[in-house]
């Protein structure tokens, strides 16, 4: 499959284009997609029994999904800021379990302490970084006390050779994917225009400062690492 270079004035405007090819798009440029979002699912404690659960930034719904069939008691809210991709995501999931909600991660407007369970896959790093840190306050005020925030993104290095070799081997594997050079050159002219990689290190702080405990990486590979927090 041939995808044409998109250069797009918002995040909102890309995503809308790829809604249709997405899920061949990402699971052919995010090496070891499925073990991550297995991983998220696999981590979250025994003594959470999950009845609410918000997906940020749901996509297609592949991880509302997953998510649907490891806690079958829960309903979903499924939220992103592009009206393609949640078409898509509810063709994907239906409507039995799973609402829909097109909100933007710098003006989410959600309950308080309404969710057992946020979700998030590869979708935060789409805002600056004092953006992350009010949409981590955000997520820890709509979550019950006792409840787990955790999400799998995109990471900077901590020192720019590492990411530098993140960016390298990445390449490596998308060359041996066979992914054409203009669908390369997409994803790296989108990442220069709309996406912020902040490291683990800060976003586990920003985490800690808005009040989650229990804060861990679980997973990790090249740039995309798993974190997980508490709010007690």
Not at 46 to 74: H, K, M, W, Y
Not at 83 to 91: G, K, P, Q, S
Not at 114 to 122: K, P
């Amino acid at each position: 499959m041939t995808v044409k270079p998109i250069v797009k004035s918002s995040t909102e405007e890309f995503y809308d284009d790829l809604a249709s090819s997405y899920n061949d798009i990402i699971y052919r440029c995010a090496p070891r997609y499925e073990e991550m979002q297995m991983t998220m699912v696999d981590y979250v404690p025994e003594d959470l029994q999950p009845l609410r659960i918000l997906d940020l930034g749901c996509g297609t719904g592949n991880l509302t999904l997953r998510v649907l069939e490891s806690f079958q008691e829960a309903e979903v809210v499924a939220l992103d800021l592009s009206v393609e991709i949640l078409d898509v995501c509810r063709r994907q999931c239906g409507t039995d379990r799973v609402s829909y909600l097109q909100q933007d991660f710098n003006s989410l407007d959600l309950p308080e302490s309404e969710y057992d369970l946020v979700v998030s896959s590869i979708a935060i790093h789409h805002v600056d970084d004092p953006a992350k840190q009010l949409l981590f306050q955000d997520v820890y005020n709509c979550l019950k006390p006792g409840g787990i925030f955790t999400y799998v993104d995109q990471f900077r290095g901590e020192t720019p050779g590492i990411y530098q070799q993140h960016m390298k081997i990445w390449k490596q594997f998308a060359d041996c994917k066979g992914i054409p050079p203009q669908e390369w050159q997409m994803w790296m002219e989108h990442q220069q225009q709309h996406d912020y990689h902040a490291t683990v290190g800060q976003q586990m702080e920003w985490l800690r400062q808005s009040g989650f405990q229990q804060v861990d990486c679980l997973w990790k590979h090249i740039l995309w690492t798993l974190l997980t927090a508490r709010k007690i």
